[in-house]
């Protein structure tokens, strides 16, 4: 029969086996704990650091650049590194998506995600009209361009007539439908039967994909809705990871305020109300870009403007100069339009 005293050593042996392994379990556990949140807290920093230079380059572009196509393209894919960033932090942090408060505000974003596509449509359409604008600017071109040959009366009635139509597509259309009902459209989708008929009048000389009633300014404006910074308790409670989602939030609000902005869209309008903490890195170069912007809509926008894109201004200041000789414009219209 074993004696008590090594039952008693035994017994002590194993306590104490227990006890450091146990003691291990916790450090290992302690330690990779440590390095899952520096990991974490090294991607959250890393998302802020890519926000900020991409929107830094963008807001300190010369003017030359600012609110050109090619600037707009760069907005464009600016914001597409930062969605797939922001998409691999979800996929990293999946067991947060369902906790509270992060929950919510992913909800959130997703819905203003959704309305986003409204916006996205109708820039779609205001690009289709830029390039409508494009074809008579090509008649012209046409028409007058070649220096081979001697110009006749019937280039500058081809030329002067796709100008007016050029002038008379970049009216907006409650203002141009007594003129568009008498006139034949050159380019430009064809409505059916139906819209032809329609209670605006007119054929319109554009099909948007949104309704009629459909306003940018109000999608905008419902998309900024409730857009708050996150508070203390929410960052806490999320291990900060509700920082990416209101800065991805902010990010969409100002590049679909951008693209309403620049370019032609329904019921066009930027009062919507911009501002975020200044403790946040990319919030320096996000605001200027959006106070710049601002200051341009003073500068050029005028009423009935179809859009602040360097290339629509020049448009226009073109198509102010028609009839006007002194300013190098076309002779008269002298009803060679009709």
């Known amino acids: 029969m074993p004696s008590?005293?090594?039952q008693g050593s035994s017994s002590s042996f194993s306590s104490f086996g227990r006890s450091i392994f146990g003691a291990r379990q916790e450090q290992v556990h302690s330690v990779e704990a440590s390095n899952e949140s520096d990991s974490c807290n090294l991607?959250?920093?890393l998302f802020q650091k890519h926000v900020t230079d991409r929107f830094q380059v963008l807001s300190a572009a010369s003017d030359e650049e600012f609110l050109s196509i090619d600037w707009i393209q760069k907005l464009l894919g600016a914001f597409i590194s930062c969605q797939e960033e922001f998409r691999a932090i979800l996929l990293n942090n999946k067991e947060q998506v369902t906790k509270p408060p992060f929950d919510r505000m992913i909800s959130e974003f997703f819905e203003r995600s959704v309305k986003a596509l409204d916006i996205c449509n109708a820039s779609r359409d205001g690009i289709e009209k830029i390039r409508t604008w494009q074809k008579h600017l090509e008649i012209v071109f046409c028409a007058l361009g070649s220096s081979k040959?001697?110009?006749t009366e019937g280039h500058f009635r081809r030329a002067r007539k796709a100008?007016?139509?050029?002038?008379?597509?970049?009216?907006?259309e409650k203002e141009s439908g007594s003129v568009f009902s008498q006139r034949n459209r050159s380019f430009g989708r064809h409505n059916s039967s139906k819209d032809h008929h329609s209670s605006s009048g007119h054929s319109r000389s554009h099909s948007w994909s949104v309704s009629r009633s459909w306003s940018a300014?109000?999608?905008?404006?419902?998309?900024?809705?409730?857009l708050v910074s996150p508070r203390a308790t929410e960052i806490a409670a999320?291990?900060?990871l509700v920082i990416p989602v209101y800065t991805i939030n902010c990010i969409l609000l100002i590049v679909l305020w951008t693209l309403v902005a620049a370019i032609p869209c329904q019921d066009r309008g930027l009062s919507i109300h911009f501002s975020v903490p200044?403790?946040?890195s990319w919030s320096t170069p996000v605001t200027a870009l959006y106070e710049r912007i601002t200051e341009e809509s003073k500068k050029r926008e005028r009423r009935n403007s179809n859009g602040l894109l360097k290339e629509i201004y020049q448009v226009e200041k073109w198509i102010g100069s028609i009839g006007a000789p002194s300013e190098g414009g076309l002779p008269e219209d002298n009803g060679l339009s009709n």
Request: proline share 0%; aromatic share 0%; no cysteine.
């Open 217 to 226: 300014a109000k999608q905008l404006q419902s998309i900024a809705n409730n």
């Open 4 to 6: 008590t005293e090594n």
């Open 163 to 172: 100008l007016m139509d050029l002038a008379l597509a970049t009216l907006d």
């Open 238 to 240: 999320a291990s900060g």
């Open 149 to 151: 040959r001697a110009l």
């Open 43 to 45: 991607e959250l920093g």
């Open 278 to 280: 200044r403790q946040l």
